[in-house]
């Protein structure tokens, strides 16, 4: 399967949704029952990934289980160069562009990409920016933060990663905000780009999430509600059928 190629297929039709799991937060077996109840609840792929404590084993372990589970494609959403694994369907080839590490906008891609060429895993290029208030996120990625009310910042990393060849833009608020990335944020950053919008963080529920789907956002993703639902299909199918809807 070429994710890319699904992603941009899927989104000809309809917005999607994608479920993160923590490899840190849980068992790999754990991992692959929540991925189960995701994909039962409509979601269209399975990111794999977390701020800190991620080893390529227990990534491997997690994506294993989760693949044993699943249809749907596994995306390695990576910490660092030493958290890949060979049996995802694809990578999110990223960089923290508003970091001020150079470390997380080019050092870990250095030594990240030939060990994706050798694993043979699919590379989808994705700018990854950080908006307030980041959470663990920004802390880790040491990122230079983009203000909620500085729209014009966040158009112009985006435009600039649409210029430099990037297939995705990903606005992260951070796993735990309080809120999501502003709804005019959003707008604005979709409106003036071309590639698919990525949006994570802060996002709780149905209301916050067909929100972010409104302003413009083409793929939700949503991890804590995740690992916080006792019923995970319960909690989060009516979430992605209304964004579904649009």
Do not use: C, W
């Amino acid at each position: 399967m070429n994710v890319y190629s699904y992603i941009m297929d899927k989104l000809k039709n309809e917005k999607m949704h994608m479920g993160l799991i923590d490899p840190d937060e849980q068992e790999p077996i754990k991992a692959g029952g929540i991925a189960a109840e995701l994909e039962l609840a409509g979601s269209d792929a399975i990111m794999v990934g977390g701020s800190t404590g991620l080893d390529s084993k227990n990534v491997y372990l997690t994506i294993k289980e989760i693949k044993r589970k699943v249809s749907i494609p596994v995306i390695i959403f990576p910490t660092s160069a030493g958290s890949l694994s060979p049996n995802a369907d694809a990578i999110y080839f990223m960089s923290m562009l508003n970091s001020q590490d150079r470390e997380k906008i080019i050092g870990e891609q250095l030594k990240g990409a030939p060990i994706v060429k050798e694993m043979g895993i699919e590379p989808i290029s994705m700018a990854y920016l950080i908006v307030e208030p980041g959470m663990t996120v920004g802390e880790v990625g040491n990122a230079d933060m983009i203000s909620r009310d500085d729209i014009s910042t966040a158009v112009h990393y985006s435009l600039a990663a649409q210029y430099l060849g990037m297939k995705l833009v990903y606005l992260e608020s951070g796993s735990g905000a309080p809120e999501p990335v502003p709804n005019d944020m959003i707008s604005a950053v979709s409106s003036e780009t071309d590639i698919p919008l990525v949006v994570g963080g802060g996002i709780s529920d149905v209301n916050q999430a067909l929100s972010v789907a409104e302003s413009g956002a083409d793929i939700i993703v949503t991890g804590t509600l995740i690992e916080e639902a006792k019923d995970i299909k319960r909690r989060i199918e009516g979430l992605i059928s209304k964004i579904k809807e649009l």
